[in-house]
């Protein structure tokens, strides 16, 4: 079974950068048959896209974050982290990760396996 | 893209059937059927119900059907249970600069 649990900070202070990482267990995050994703969700809103990265480093973002946002890999570690950078109180949320199989195509498929969901709060 | 649209909320006595509309523009969905729908019960992770328009997981009842037409997406519970009470959302690949987008979720009431 394959478990995705979110770590980091709960608490950066506006314009700052926001960091967190996801450890994947029961799974390689080096699979050629998946892609690795956050998703966010804010108190009164629903869910929103973030990002995901391939097997290959290669990423994939939300146009509207996509100016301040890098996902990145560490294979060694079985991690995939997330940084937004310069945030704002708008970007207070609780953020997800989540695998996204995909098909021989490539196309991301859905979101099949989530971690618990990291609750981050801009403030100062 | 924008975020597909849903209904706020939706309400059914047990036993009876509710449907959920997802409404989009053709670019939203992108002429591809991969749209899923997720649960949410509080305070926790979406759980994937429906993928691929109409297929589900191992372990999801088929209380849970689910269909595209045109433009839109529309999840059906059926024999409606107090556990069915929770968020829904659907989501859909479309190809373009936004890759994935998500509907708005939809709260089910159980009456």
């Known amino acids: 079974q394959v478990q995705l649990q979110e770590s980091g900070p709960g608490l950066v202070r506006p314009s700052q950068t926001l960091s967190l990482t996801c450890t994947v267990s029961g799974g390689s995050i080096s699979s050629k048959s998946h892609y690795w994703s956050w998703i966010r969700q804010h108190s009164v809103n629903g869910l929103e896209w973030i990002g995901y990265?391939?097997?290959?480093?290669?990423?994939d973002y939300n146009p509207s974050l996509k100016s301040r946002v890098t996902i990145s890999l560490d294979s060694s570690k079985n991690q995939f982290s997330l940084r937004v950078k310069s945030v704002t109180a708008a970007d207070t949320a609780v953020y997800f990760c989540?695998?996204?199989?995909?098909?021989?195509?490539?196309?991301?498929?859905?979101?099949?396996?989530w971690g618990q969901g990291a609750l981050v709060t801009v403030s100062s | 893209q924008s975020a597909l649209t849903q209904p706020a909320s939706v309400s059914g006595s047990p036993g009876q059937s509710i449907t959920i509309s997802c409404t989009g523009t053709?670019?939203?969905?992108?002429?591809?059927?991969?749209v899923s729908w997720y649960q949410q019960h509080p305070d926790k992770a979406p759980k994937l119900i429906i993928y691929?328009?109409?297929k589900r997981p191992s372990g999801v009842s088929d209380r849970f059907s689910a269909s595209k037409s045109g433009n839109t997406a529309s999840l059906t519970i059926s024999g409606l249970r107090p556990e069915d009470e929770s968020d829904y959302y659907c989501?859909?690949?479309?190809?373009?600069?936004?890759?994935?987008?998500f509907g708005g979720g939809t709260k089910v009431t159980v009456l």
């Open positions: 990265i391939y097997y290959s480093g290669g990423a």
């Open positions: 989501c859909s690949y479309t190809g373009g600069t936004t890759t994935l987008v």
């Open positions: 053709s670019s939203d969905f992108g002429g591809y059927n991969l």
């Open positions: 691929g328009v109409n």
């Open positions: 989540a695998r996204v199989p995909v098909d021989e195509s490539g196309y991301p498929l859905n979101f099949d396996f």
